[in-house]
């Protein structure tokens, strides 16, 4: 019997999808699942007459792959993949690959690299975006691990891969240790942002101007023609338009309580051990915390009273600044992530493709749009660019924006209803745009009250201050650092 040109373990949701892929390209694949009933079920059904080697056993798994071995597992994060990789090593050889394709923290990515490569193997820790239909149909896929192990799973990652338009796979090498995950795990991060600003604009359509759903499918479907067309706003169009068996829509039967499952988290957490300022991904999963306490939500609104929201104004104006105030607060959101990717490329020796990454997304993941071409322009410019808000194109964009951002942004405060991602993100773009921010009273206090120093703006940057406010003090100064 022939070999497989790779395996796969697990064969839930994505694991099928992309051993369907996989073969549809040509290639064949040997699975396994821990549950042997699924592997059975699986190639008597969906995978029945194709290139797919069923396999029952670890051993057996491994006897079917030509060498190199590529071992793709597509279970659960966390302990589950540490589980595999331990009872994988053993019937491995020296150069074999193990894959990691599910969401896990980069830190653990990191982590399996060095003890897998300690024992002669390779590892690739890859993201994989796109849901059901991308895993299938044409994923974006982000590899980083072991740099040997790339041109061995490059003809397969980059065949199964989403193309944009001049044929390019949305799948290339980001780098060594934990940078695929971490890519992917900022990728995720803009995807709750996204999300959230999306929702905003939903919630001041309905309860601001009293919009129906169909009126908002028909705002969406036009806004998907322009300069918001993405994925995001294409479902959300749909959702809008499609109806429950009574011929109401179903998208107001659904209880207001979001999940998560730590992407969007993970990547508020990482921006805070770099020091960025990631504040509008970081509202988005604190406003989906927010909406799962509705008990308390419920409690909460026969006791505490607001606004009634009015609108007078004109609707279609007003529908127009919400467009434009998602718009560039879109591009806060990109801005925040490539900032952290930056900040993160350094902490860990990285050398990511900035442009190549927004080529990856530009297709077949969650965040996918029009936008991100323009991104991959602006570092094709300029490959250091600090923050998109300085490229050009986004500099115009969201300067002429501004206008209708703060009328939005002002419309909701005053009439009670909650845009954390809005508001964040232009607080963001005017603390990015000013010169002088009020720091200087805060590192007053903080010499105070913990003699903590501070710098002059008389005296050259890195030389340090203390002052005995009091006179009581001493002149003594606690330790500097930045975090």
């Known amino acids: ?202 919630h001041l359509m309905k309860d601001l101007l009293g919009m129906t759903a169909d009126e908002m499918h028909e705002v969406f479907k036009e806004w998907n023609e322009g300069e918001l067309d993405s994925y995001l706003i294409e479902i959300t169009r749909d959702i809008l338009g499609y109806k429950d068996e009574d011929g109401q829509p179903i998208v107001d039967k659904i209880l207001d309580t979001a999940g998560q499952k730590g992407t969007g988290k993970w990547t508020g957490v990482a921006a805070l051990d770099e020091g960025v300022a990631l504040t509008l991904i970081g509202e988005a999963v604190f406003a989906r915390c927010l909406s799962a306490v509705k008990d308390e939500r419920v409690a909460a609104s026969k006791v505490l009273s607001g606004p009634a929201p009015k609108f007078e104004g004109d609707r279609k104006a007003f529908i127009e600044d919400i467009m434009k105030a998602l718009y560039a607060s879109k591009i806060v959101s990109y801005a925040q992530g490539y900032t952290l990717m930056r900040a993160a490329a350094k902490t860990y020796g990285w050398n990511l493709n900035y442009g190549g990454i927004a080529l990856m997304w530009r297709d077949g993941c969650i965040i996918r749009s029009v936008l991100l071409e323009r991104i991959k322009e602006a570092f094709d410019r300029n490959p250091e660019l600090t923050n998109l808000l300085l490229d050009p194109f986004f500099k115009e964009n969201v300067v002429s924006a501004q206008a209708s951002w703060r009328r939005v942004c002002a419309a909701a405060l005053t009439n009670g209803i909650p845009v954390p991602a809005f508001t964040t993100a232009l607080c963001y773009f005017d603390g990015y745009r000013c010169e002088r921010l009020p720091a200087n009273l805060l590192q007053a206090q903080r010499d105070y009250f913990g003699a903590h120093t501070y710098e002059r703006i008389d005296k050259p940057r890195g030389e340090f201050f203390h002052t005995n406010w009091t006179g009581r003090g001493g002149s003594t100064s606690a330790s500097t650092y930045i975090v």
């Open 1 to 202: 019997m022939s070999k497989a040109d790779i395996g796969i373990i697990g064969l839930a949701v994505m694991g099928e999808n992309l051993v369907l892929n996989m073969e549809s390209k040509g290639f064949t694949v040997a699975v396994y699942n821990r549950s042997t009933e699924k592997v059975t079920n699986f190639v008597e059904g969906r995978a029945k007459g194709l290139n797919i080697i069923a396999t029952y056993s670890l051993q057996e798994l491994v006897d079917s792959l030509k060498k190199p071995r590529k071992i793709m597992i597509m279970v659960k994060a966390g302990k589950p993949v540490d589980d595999f990789i331990h009872m994988l090593i053993p019937y491995l050889d020296w150069g074999d690959i193990i894959i990691d394709g599910g969401n896990s923290h980069f830190p653990d990515t990191i982590r399996r690299v060095k003890q897998v490569e300690e024992k002669g193997l390779l590892y690739i820790g890859t993201g994989v975006s796109g849901g059901e239909e991308g895993a299938l149909k044409g994923p974006s896929i982000m590899p980083g691990g072991s740099s040997a192990a790339w041109e061995h799973v490059k003809p397969i990652f980059q065949a199964i891969a989403a193309k944009v338009e001049d044929g390019s796979p949305c799948c290339d090498w980001v780098g060594e240790g934990g940078a695929g995950h971490f890519v992917k795990m900022v990728h995720n991060g803009i995807e709750y942002g996204d999300m959230q600003l999306i929702c905003e604009a939903y």
